[in-house]
């Protein structure tokens, strides 16, 4: 069953330095998301991507944030200077036109 | 007031039991729905798309009421391997919104 993959699972970083989180998205997808979810609180909307641009982005993905689908596999997020609030999991999904989205395991960021 | 909404939870409930789940959105040009299962530190997976004629797969009953703007979700026969947080989705337009879940803990 194919399956969306996050890499890294765990991310440690310093305040301030750039981290990026990669995703491969399920094959035939067109459709590609990225959420957060703060360890305890819900799952948040950060951004969603289709036919190579941003089709939504929510009021925390602000100028520190980016995404990038830089060939035809692979699905970034890029955070330029990391805070300490931006510690959490980081979840990308993919989905095709029903939007039922699939999600990947996550990368956990920790920012020290 | 919240965009998604659902019960606070915990419920703890013995096998074999039937659980209902319920949310209610605000956004009345919500165009789709679906319920995820959350297990600990784990990404949320899909359990099921909610459609306005209502939908079941298995011991798992989806409704929606479009004027009432509310869904829910039934789960007969409850097993140990239900014990889960439920995320009810909420889409309108690229908007997507989760409920904050309700936590499931079925006993033996």
């Known amino acids: 069953e194919p399956e969306v993959t996050q890499t890294p699972s765990h991310q440690v970083t310093q305040m301030g330095q750039e981290v990026i989180l990669r995703c491969v998205p399920i094959s035939n997808h067109l459709y590609f998301y990225w959420y957060r979810q703060i360890l305890g609180q819900k799952v948040e909307f950060l951004v969603s991507?289709?036919?190579?641009?941003?089709?939504?982005k929510s009021e925390i993905f602000d100028d520190q944030f980016s995404v990038e689908r830089p060939d035809g596999s692979n699905f970034t997020l890029k955070i330029r200077s990391t805070k300490l609030e931006d510690s959490a999991m980081y979840f990308c999904a993919s989905s095709d036109w029903t939007v039922e989205q699939y999600f990947g395991p996550g990368t956990r960021l920790t920012v020290t | 007031r919240k965009e998604v909404e659902q019960d606070p939870g915990p419920f703890n409930v013995p096998e074999g039991a039937t659980v209902a789940f319920n949310c209610t959105y605000s956004n009345s040009a919500s165009q789709s729905f679906f319920w995820y299962r959350q297990d600990c530190r784990k990404e949320p997976k899909l359990l099921m798309s909610v459609y306005s004629s209502g939908n079941e797969d298995g011991r798992f009953t989806a409704q929606l009421n479009r004027a009432s703007q509310y869904i829910s979700l039934l789960i007969r026969d409850s097993k140990l391997s239900d014990s889960a947080t439920y995320l009810c989705v909420v889409i309108y337009g690229q908007n997507f919104v989760f409920g904050p879940g309700t936590r499931l803990s079925v006993l033996p």
């Open positions: 991507f289709y036919n190579n641009e941003i089709s939504e």
